[in-house]
């Protein structure tokens, strides 16, 4: 789903993510912080599509086994949008992920429950080169 947003936001986002209400919630705490939201995906080919026809700055994806499993290579994934900044938004029962998500190219996560609390301070140091992990993970 291509997104035409009001926003004046000069950073250019997708929201990956199974789920339409937390694409939403996303969406939302997006805009509070004047992103420029410029698509959202269900799954990795609708991701695929959109990436056709816009040039993001940062991808802020659900970690869920419906997105995970389509991503055959996860390296070769992150590999071939390398210009991307990818952010990971996990449950807290998903951290098991975490160093694999790291090890392919992924610059940041947030657990979901505090996206409200952390997405613009991810976004900001990510999109500034830095790495983003909540202080509880251990890494």
Same mark, same amino acid.
Do not use: W
């Given at each position: %789903?291509? &997104?035409?947003?009001?926003?004046? =936001?000069?950073?250019?986002i &997708?929201?990956?993510?199974?789920? %339409?209400g937390?694409?939403?919630?996303?969406? *939302?705490?997006?805009?509070?912080?004047?992103y420029?939201?410029? =698509?959202?995906?269900?799954?990795i080919?609708?991701?695929?599509?959109?990436?056709? $026809?816009?040039?993001? $700055? *940062?991808? #802020?994806?659900?970690?869920?086994?419906?997105?995970?499993?389509?991503?055959k $290579?996860?390296?070769?994934?992150?590999?071939?949008?390398?210009?991307?900044?990818? &952010?990971? #938004? #996990? $449950?807290?029962?998903?951290?098991?992920?975490?160093?694999? #998500?790291i090890?392919v190219?992924?610059?940041?996560?947030?657990?979901?429950?505090? *996206?409200?609390?952390? %997405?613009?301070?991810?976004?900001?140091?990510?999109?500034? =080169?830095? %790495?983003?992990?909540p202080?509880?993970?251990?890494?």
């Open positions: %789903l291509k &997104i035409n947003t009001m926003n004046n =936001g000069s950073n250019k &997708i929201i990956v993510g199974y789920h %339409l937390f694409r939403q919630a996303v969406r *939302i705490f997006c805009t509070m912080n004047n420029n939201i410029i =698509g959202e995906a269900s799954n080919d609708e991701f695929l599509k959109i990436m056709a $026809d816009e040039n993001p $700055d *940062i991808i #802020l994806m659900h970690i869920k086994f419906p997105i995970i499993k389509g991503i $290579d996860p390296v070769e994934f992150i590999n071939r949008y390398n210009n991307l900044k990818f &952010i990971a #938004l #996990l $449950d807290k029962d998903e951290v098991v992920y975490i160093k694999e #998500l090890g190219g992924f610059k940041g996560c947030i657990y979901s429950n505090n *996206i409200h609390k952390e %997405l613009d301070t991810a976004i900001k140091k990510v999109l500034g =080169g830095k %790495l983003y992990f202080k509880e993970m251990k890494l």
